[in-house]
């Protein structure tokens, strides 16, 4: 399809993980886990937007596109919006580069919703929370919707909260995958915006286009595996690899 571009934005310089992108797991870099998935998506040309000399050099030797990005932007967005400049693509999914377990049906399933949602911006994807332990991980970002998929607000905290006096036992709690399609319309309006308060208090960027009056449609896709936010991560994608072939 041309008119989708998959940006992968792959900073080296993460606060709480420094170089995890090429951090290797099960053989192979997290970024490379994250590229194949895309590609296999078939969505779209892919491209791995960094910061970094390292980065660059290693995606290219994969052949994977690879373009070299300011070292000031100051989210994963700006990255993605900065690579996608040359880009006549009406669709721009920004692909997080710490989620090795990324599907290529979960990115095919959230950009078909978006397209069916004319009256959202941006699309992306949610799987349900099975592990108690991720409910109260601030790593692992909960997400609340209405009944039409659409998002109503994202946090680190437990959203929405389970009154002990509700009447709804069990309902469940949605983990947000890492990902993000825009219209381009709305990344460039996105990119024009100060980072909102909500955005700055929970440090989740979404926050800033749901501040902002932007609908984001949420396609509810099967669990992924976890994503790299800090070293300990490695140790649970390998179990989880292990897991997934026994």
Request: some cysteine.
């Amino acid at each position: 399809m041309d008119n989708c571009l998959i940006v992968i934005p792959a900073r080296y310089g993460s606060q709480r993980f420094p170089g995890k992108v090429l951090a290797p797991l099960a053989g192979k870099p997290v970024i490379q886990w994250c590229w194949e998935a895309a590609v296999k998506a078939r969505l779209g040309e892919v491209v791995i937007a960094t910061e970094h000399e390292a980065v660059l050099k290693f995606a290219r030797s994969i052949g994977a596109r690879a373009v070299m990005t300011s070292p000031r932007c100051q989210s994963g967005t700006d990255r993605v919006h900065e690579a996608a400049r040359g880009s006549e693509a009406r669709l721009i999914l920004n692909m997080q580069g710490d989620e090795p377990f990324m599907t290529a049906a979960a990115l095919k399933k959230a950009f078909a919703k978006l397209e069916a949602s004319p009256d959202c911006q941006v699309g992306t994807a949610c799987s349900r929370i099975d592990d108690v332990k991720d409910i109260e991980n601030p790593n692992c970002v909960k997400v609340a919707m209405n009944a039409a998929g659409r998002a109503l607000y994202f946090s680190r905290c437990p959203v929405p909260f389970h009154h002990a006096l509700s009447d709804l036992k069990g309902y469940p709690y949605y983990k947000h995958c890492g990902f993000y399609i825009y219209r381009r319309a709305a990344l460039e309006k996105f990119v024009s915006l100060k980072p909102s308060p909500l955005e700055r208090l929970e440090r989740l960027e979404q926050l800033r286009a749901l501040e902002n009056g932007m609908n984001i449609c949420v396609a509810e896709v099967p669990a992924l595996g976890p994503a790299i936010d800090v070293p300990a991560d490695l140790k649970a994608a390998a179990a989880f690899l292990k897991k997934r072939k026994a």
